[in-house]
């Protein structure tokens, strides 16, 4: 069974810096879409980053400022958070596909981890 658990949310301020780690277990790692996602209070999920064995992309709040990238053998996600603005808080979730990125499906997520940003 597919099970994402992600780690690494925290309360930052501005400026400041996070890398989110996901452990996705029963999951093949090399190929298939994972990816980031978050949801701040009131407003609707958005993608912040995916990547399978081709490509990555990044929602247009996080370009230039994250990076996400896997560690294959420890099996992890992780999303590294750099120069993070109050409108980065929200809940991070972790999601696996069994599909590539191009058709956004993911059918495997996590609790989410939670990052506030202070001013």
């Known amino acids: 069974q597919v099970h994402p658990v992600e780690s690494g949310g925290d309360s930052v301020q501005a400026g400041g810096s996070l890398r989110l780690s996901c452990k996705v277990t029963?999951?093949?790692?090399?190929?298939?879409?994972l990816g980031w996602f978050r949801q701040a209070p009131g407003k609707e999920r958005e993608e912040v980053a995916v990547?399978?064995?081709?490509?990555?992309n990044y929602g247009a709040s996080a370009k230039g400022r994250f990076t996400i990238f896997k560690d294959y053998h420890k099996e992890e996600l992780y999303l590294q958070m750099n120069g993070l603005k109050p409108e980065d808080t929200g809940m991070y979730y972790c999601a696996a596909s069994d599909d590539y990125c191009w058709r956004r499906q993911f059918g495997y997520w996590g609790q989410g981890t939670q990052v506030t940003v202070f001013s």
């Open positions: 029963g999951y093949i790692f090399t190929r298939y879409c």
């Open positions: 990547i399978d064995a081709d490509n990555t």
